[in-house]
């Protein structure tokens, strides 16, 4: 599987973003998906997850109730909606897809990474 962020941008705080994700490979469909973030000099973080169906979703506490995690099976895409963005988003966003099909917020259960997108949030 081969993923490719797209979306970060430049944007100020209170403004809204959406990430997508475009996944090459035919296990698209049966692979849960996670978005991490990585800010400047900090490790990367969990922000939200969604299992193969779409039919679950988990957040990060930090983005609960401001992002929507969705997906797109017909399309092999991923999407981060983030609205109310603060500059504490600022980050590095990778799109990540795992072999199993549930919900996980650890890095080391997913199996593929993006090569990230710059979301930058100013105040």
């Known amino acids: 599987v081969q993923l490719a962020e797209s979306g970060g941008g430049l944007v100020q705080a209170g403004g809204s973003l959406r990430l997508s994700c475009a996944a090459s490979?035919?296990?698209?469909?049966?692979?849960?998906m996670g978005w991490f973030r990585q800010p400047p000099g900090k490790e990367r973080r969990f922000v939200a997850a969604?299992?193969?169906?779409?039919?679950?979703?988990l957040y990060a506490d930090s983005v609960k109730g401001r992002s929507t995690i969705s997906r797109d099976n017909a399309k092999n895409t991923v999407y981060l909606q983030m609205n109310s963005l603060k500059p504490e988003d600022t980050a590095v966003y990778y799109c990540?897809?795992?072999?199993?099909?549930?919900?996980?917020?650890?890095?080391?259960?997913?199996?593929?990474w993006g090569q990230g997108t710059q979301v930058t949030v100013s105040s």
């Open positions: 969604i299992d193969w169906s779409g039919g679950s979703t």
């Open positions: 990540a897809a795992r072999s199993g099909r549930g919900l996980q917020s650890s890095s080391g259960m997913y199996d593929y």
């Open positions: 490979g035919r296990t698209f469909s049966s692979s849960a």
